[in-house]
């Protein structure tokens, strides 16, 4: 168990629709990172946050959004989702903001219809 | 363009084999390398890293050996077990825990 807890585990929904993903990153870790898992494009770096302020944005969509708060829990915001958004996402904490070692939850999988 | 390119992508080896995972990268910025292993169903799970001023690297049954001049760093797994058996991803980072992920190696160990 990494200690980072991401909810719900799995999400079916259709086209169209908004959905939200929520993690709670490792007590103490400030840092919060979202990874987008899937077959075609294998593991890809969303966006990062620490304390609250977003720090590094990678291959995100317009239609993606993500925050984190006060208490450090963060969600991802999805939205007018289409049949490519289907994949695993995957919300990580690290203690040590300026490395790559990070602790991944167990991800959200989402498919959509 | 994928930054990191990792090789095979599957492989089986018998009990007590030494699978070994290659990577290759083109970003010189890139200055920590770990390695991440994932059971299905799970979250990837760091393994071991190494930084590049570092040639060699052993945690337990994993070693990493790095080449900085060829730009290229590689992980054994000695002596490996059926527990073993997972998709191992190679990694880099030059900012901040961005991670550039390979598209990941599933090993078979079998009995």
């Known amino acids: 168990d990494s200690g980072v807890t991401q909810t719900p585990k799995h999400l079916i929904t259709a086209t169209g629709q908004r959905v939200t993903l929520r993690c709670s990153p490792r007590?103490?870790?400030?840092?919060v990172y979202w990874y987008q898992q899937s077959l075609d494009q294998g593991l890809q770096f969303l966006i990062q946050?620490?304390?609250?302020?977003?720090?590094a944005k990678g291959n995100i969509l317009e239609r993606f959004s993500a925050q984190q708060f006060p208490d450090l829990h963060s969600e991802l915001n999805l939205s007018s989702l289409e049949l490519g958004d289907s994949a695993l996402y995957f919300c990580?904490?690290?203690?040590?903001?300026?490395?790559?070692?990070?602790?991944f939850g167990e991800g959200s999988r989402l498919t959509v219809l | 363009q994928q930054q990191v390119k990792q090789s095979p992508q599957s492989l089986i080896v018998q009990k007590g084999g030494i699978p070994i995972i290659n990577c290759a990268y083109e970003?010189?910025?890139?200055?920590?390398f770990p390695w991440y292993q994932q059971f299905p169903g799970k979250g990837p799970a760091l393994l071991i890293a190494?930084?590049?001023?570092?040639s060699e690297k052993k945690e337990g049954r994993f070693t990493i050996s790095f080449n900085k001049s060829a730009k290229q760093f590689s992980l054994h797994i000695m002596d490996s077990q059926p527990g073993d058996s997972a998709t191992y991803f190679c990694?880099?980072?030059?900012?901040?825990?961005?991670?550039?992920f390979g598209a990941g190696t599933q090993v078979v160990v079998t009995p």
């Open positions: 990580a904490s690290s203690p040590t903001p300026g490395t790559g070692e990070l602790f």
């Open positions: 007590s103490g870790d400030l840092s």
């Open positions: 946050y620490y304390n609250g302020e977003e720090r």
């Open positions: 970003n010189t910025a890139f200055d920590y």
């Open positions: 190494i930084r590049p001023d570092v």
């Open positions: 990694a880099a980072d030059y900012s901040w825990g961005k991670l550039q």
